[in-house]
């Protein structure tokens, strides 16, 4: 071995060595409704190959998002399963490290199914790997930084609220996210910071370690800065 390729091999052991660990979920898909009209759709159209590649994408998304770039900071996910299921009363409901999309829903959908798909994978796989203060937050919240996610990805549809709508700042889902991104404004970093704050409890208090001002505050001046629209 010649000197040059001994310190280039010296090197490449360094930065294995040196190099951070990522721990990334194993992603599993399960079609249990194949036999239905919207399983069929989701193979011909979304594909569990796909699939899985998204839930890696968006894995890497939400850590980026969160600031999350230690084990320490994350939320220990082993795997994420999501079930194509043959269910009526919604899109898609995540419990736990579970995932579960209406077949449906997949079925009826109008337009562009893929880019839906991608959306709704934003959302429900936040809800996997954001903290929710162990059952402490308000829903209306957690429900808002996954639609954040959404906003931040770009996979919002034209339907999504619009800057200063909304009538309670924990209404959830669009508006809530909407206010969020009012927040990160104010200190860039602000939604990572509350997720790492509610960790393990909740109060609105972190609004104010956070920005200076309540979180009645927050949302006053939010709605006047955009003319109190509804």
């Known amino acids: 071995m010649n000197s040059l390729r001994f310190f280039f091999l010296l090197a490449v052991i360094h930065l294995l060595r040196h190099a951070p660990a990522v721990s990334a979920a194993q992603y ?3 079609n249990d ?3 239905y009209p919207g ?3 989701f193979d011909s159209l979304i594909g569990i190959p796909y699939t899985k590649e998204i839930m890696r994408d968006i894995n890497y998304f939400i850590w980026d998002i969160l600031q999350e770039y230690s084990d320490a900071d994350k939320k220990p996910v082993p795997e994420v399963t999501i079930f194509i299921q043959q269910f009526d009363g919604g899109e898609a409901f995540t419990y736990g490290e ?3 999309v209406s077949a449906l829903y997949l079925q009826g959908y109008q337009g562009n199914l893929k880019w839906e798909f991608t959306s709704l994978l934003h959302h429900e796989m936040t809800h996997v790997f954001q903290w929710m203060g162990e059952g402490k937050a308000p ?3 957690i429900e808002g930084v996954a639609d954040y996610m959404i906003l ?3 996979y919002y549809p034209p339907g999504f609220a619009k800057p200063g709508q909304g009538e309670r700042w924990d209404q959830g889902y669009d508006f809530t996210a909407r206010f969020l991104e009012y927040c990160e404004e104010l200190r860039s970093g602000f939604v990572a910071q509350l997720n790492k704050k509610i960790r393990y409890n909740y109060t609105d208090l972190y609004f104010k370690e ?3 001002k309540t979180v009645g505050e927050l949302w006053s001046d ?3 800065k955009y003319g109190n629209i509804k």
């Open 98 to 100: 579970q995932i579960n």
């Open 33 to 35: 409704a194949r036999q």
């Open 39 to 41: 399983g069929r759709r």
């Open 152 to 154: 931040k990805s770009n």
């Open 210 to 212: 956070l920005t200076g």
């Open 139 to 141: 829903r209306g919240l």
């Open 222 to 224: 939010y709605k006047a």
């Open 28 to 30: 599993t898909v399960i």
